[in-house]
C-alpha cells in the first residue's frame, strides 16, 4: 500500500526524502511538506516538486489525507509534537533523540497505548548487511556469552556546525556527543550486547566554545556481566565509527564508515570450526537489504501492510534514553549509575546540569 507522508522540519528531514521516501514510490508519497523557515521549505518543495507546503505543524495535523506524520525538528520539540500527532490519529515518525527525558518518554508510552496510529523512533544506522548479519547470528544463540566491547564515535564538527544555534546547546539540543552522535553506535551495541546495568562516565568540552560535552569516555558493565568501553570525541581529524565486540564463541569487528558502520565489511570471526560452520548455514540465505533511512522506512511500510510493530519501538527509544540518563547521572555525582534510573532520580525529568 502506498501511504501519504508530511515531513515537519527539512534539515534531516530532506535527507529522509531524499534518501528513502523518494527511492521507494510503492510506499511512501511525501505529500506535503512543513518547515518554519520559509526558505527551506521553499527550496525543498522545489527540489522534489512537493507542491504542498506549509509553516503551520497544526496545518499538517489538520490534513485528512495525510497518513504518516515523519518529525524531524530539533529535540525540545519532539515531546509536545509527538502527542499532538498521535491526537490526530495518524502514525508518527520521529528522529532521536526521540526525546528529552524518561518523564517525557513516560508519557508518550501512556499516550501511544491509548493511539490509533503506530509510533517509530529513527534508528536507521542498524540497516547495513554487516551489522545485520552480526544480528543474525547474536540472536541465534551463536555468539554465545558476551564478554566486551570498545564502541568509538569519532566525527569532527567545526564552526560551521555550530552556526545552526541550537547545536552545542542544553536548552534546545539537550546533550553532546553522548547524546546527539554516539546515540546511533551506542543503540547498536546495546542491540548486540544487551541492556546496560551500569553506566561510569566522563566528559568535556575540548574542541568547539560549546554549553555541552564534545569529548566522552565511559565504562558500562551490561546486564550479562559483560563491560563494554564506549568512546566519543567531534574533534577527530578524521572520522569513523567503529566496534570491536567479543563473545564466546565468535568476535565482530565492525565498518567503519562514520555515519553507516553497519555496512559491509563487518568481520565475524568464530572461534572455533564448529561455530565458523553453524554460522556460514544460518547465514547462507542472508539477503541484502537496503541501508540506512531507505532500509527503516522500506521495513516500517512492510510492517504496516502487515499490521506488525514497526521496526524501530518505543522499548527501543527507551533504552537508548535509559543510558543517556545514565551516563549523565554519572557524570553529575561523579559515581557510576545504575540502570534502569529509578523515577525519583532528579535526572529522570531532566538530565541536563
Ligand atoms: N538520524 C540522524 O542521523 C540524524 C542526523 C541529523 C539530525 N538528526 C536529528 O533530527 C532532528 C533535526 O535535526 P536537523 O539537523 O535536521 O536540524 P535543522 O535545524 O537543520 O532542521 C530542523 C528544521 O526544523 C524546522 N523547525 C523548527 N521548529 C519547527 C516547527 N515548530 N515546525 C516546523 N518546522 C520547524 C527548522 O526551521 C529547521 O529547518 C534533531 O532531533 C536531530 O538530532 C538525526
Redesign the pocket.
Known sequence: MRRKVAV??????R?HIDEAYSKLPAHWEVAAI????AA?LSKVGGEFGIARRT?S?ADVLGMADIDVVDL????A??RE?LLAAMESGKHVIC???FVTSLAEMDAVETAAAAARGTVMP?F??RWGDGFRRAVRVVRAGLAGKPYNATVETAWRRDKDYYD?K?HGTWAI?RGGCLL?HAI?IHDMMQELMGDAASAYANVATRVNPIETEDCAAASLRMTSGAVVALSATLGSATEISRMRLHFENVTFESGTEP?APGNEPWRILPRNQATKEAIDRLLANHAPYPIRFEGQFRAYAEALDAGGPPPVTLADARRSLELITALYGSVASGMPQALPVPASHRGYRDWRP
Do not use: M
Open positions: 515537519v522540519g527539512l534539515g534531516i528531514g535527507a512543513c518547515d518554519t523557515d527551506r509553516s505543524f524531524c525538528t530539533p529535540p520539540l519532539h509534537q528522529e532521536k533523540p529513527i536507521q544506522y545552526i541550537w539540543e546527539g546511533h555515519y
